[in-house]
């Protein structure tokens, strides 16, 4: 497959040091153990500039290792580009989502962006709250929605594959 055959999502939330990030190692991996490297691609992105080259926050990491996963991006900020350089832009709120939605030129880019939780099918909260300022429990309660709602993604992704780009699976 070549490489422009991939489907490329993007996570955003406000910083890009716990929610998007995990979200971008949970898919990444669901995406490994199915095989998917070679059709979808995944990266981050945060709204604000304010951690630009750090790692996720220790606490996000350190949840996320217990469960099997390896949180390593490094923070960087949206850009006007990002819409032109991938398919989906997956926001993890209403904030997020209007802020995003400002970046946008066209209508085009504006159909790629979706909230995170439009694909879970285990809870039904309408955002992925920032547990920056919460405690375990709710760095816990980010990763149970995030895991759930890119389970969703993953299975919308495959449909997009199976319907629009017969043969690459």
């Given at each position: 497959?070549?490489?422009?055959?991939?489907?490329?999502?993007?996570?955003?939330?406000?910083?890009?040091?716990?929610?998007?990030?995990?979200?971008?190692?949970?898919?990444?991996?669901?995406?490994?153990?199915?095989?998917?490297?070679?059709?979808?691609?995944?990266?981050?992105?945060?709204?604000?500039?304010?951690h630009e080259g750090e790692l996720p926050d220790s606490r996000m990491?350190?949840?996320?290792?217990?469960?099997?996963?390896?949180?390593?991006?490094?923070?960087?900020?949206?850009?006007?580009?990002?819409?032109?350089?991938?398919?989906?832009?997956?926001?993890?709120?209403?904030?997020?989502?209007?802020?995003?939605?400002?970046?946008?030129?066209?209508?085009?880019?504006?159909?790629?962006?979706?909230?995170?939780?439009?694909?879970?099918?285990?809870?039904?909260?309408?955002?992925?709250?920032?547990?920056?300022?919460?405690?375990?429990?709710?760095?816990?309660?980010?990763?149970?929605?995030?895991?759930?709602?890119?389970?969703?993604?993953?299975?919308?992704?495959?449909?997009?594959?199976?319907?629009?780009?017969?043969?690459?699976?």
């Amino acid at each position: 497959m070549k490489k422009k055959d991939k489907i490329r999502i993007l996570f955003v939330c406000l910083g890009n040091i716990c929610r998007s990030p995990a979200a971008e190692g949970i898919m990444k991996k669901l995406i490994e153990e199915n095989g998917l490297e070679d059709a979808v691609e995944v990266d981050s992105a945060g709204l604000s500039d304010w951690h630009e080259g750090e790692l996720p926050d220790s606490r996000m990491r350190s949840h996320g290792r217990r469960r099997g996963y390896d949180f390593c991006s490094r923070s960087r900020p949206l850009e006007r580009a990002d819409f032109e350089r991938f398919d989906y832009i997956i926001v993890m709120d209403s904030s997020n989502y209007t802020a995003a939605l400002s970046l946008a030129r066209t209508d085009e880019d504006k159909k790629k962006l979706r909230r995170m939780t439009d694909f879970s099918s285990r809870f039904s909260y309408d955002h992925v709250p920032d547990p920056y300022y919460s405690g375990a429990s709710g760095f816990e309660l980010v990763l149970d929605l995030l895991e759930d709602a890119c389970g969703g993604l993953l299975d919308f992704i495959c449909t997009e594959i199976s319907r629009n780009r017969k043969g690459i699976l």
